[in-house]
């Protein structure tokens, strides 16, 4: 915690004035969507569901985002991005950057490595790097071919955009009461495995929520919005590892 404070302090002492570039593009065909629907509205992953030409449980996103920040110079300072795809090429048990780790190093070595980079997974509809429809195959080689087909877009839009001068940051944020999701079947995963296989930790996960919503009475929780205003954009969170641009 310490050594967190000091590079807090140390980040803080040496700020100054930046120039932004963000942009939004067409994400690489990496990430395939693993929830299935079936027939009668149940939601499987793969493997779980005796038919793979189900359809997708619902639409994953298909973009790109970041934003950069440069000195007066032009040097850039660091990079903040986000995939929409799980990030464990490498395997669930290795501690590593994964791909978009990989993608981090390459635009380091192409940009500065006292540079910072800032990934974040976007998986949502639960994203993978396999397609389950050709029998899970790898849409990617391995850790660092993700990471090349992520950084090398998001180098060429850098290279080519707009500069806009930032004078400060400022974030906003709001509280409201939200309601709970209403209880729906297909909102939650189920396959054929019901706790006695290695799909035990899948039912661990959803069977107490479904049980909750299916049961009890419809609550509220509050929640925090929080959004970076960015000259004439607005960064905002629109899930815990993800984000969105608005466009003024």
Known sequence: MARVGDAAEKAQAQMAPAVL???VLRAPPIGVSRRRLSPNGQVFLPGGG???SWPAESPIDTKIQFVAFENLDRQPIGFIFNFPCHNNVSGGSNYTGDMLGRAGQIMRQKLGEEMATVSLAAPCGDVGYFDVTKGNARTIADDWAGGRTIATPILKA??????RCCDQLTVRSIVERMPDQPYNESTFCHDNCRGDSNRRMIRERYDPEEKALRHGARRTAR???????LDRSL?????PNCFQFMES
Do not use: C, E, H, M
């Open 21 to 23: 570039v963000t942009d």
């Open 50 to 52: 005796p038919d793979r």
């Open 158 to 163: 850098y290279a080519s955009g707009q500069r």
């Open 223 to 229: 929640w925090k919005s929080n959004a970076l205003p």
């Open 235 to 239: 960064l905002y969170p629109i899930r």
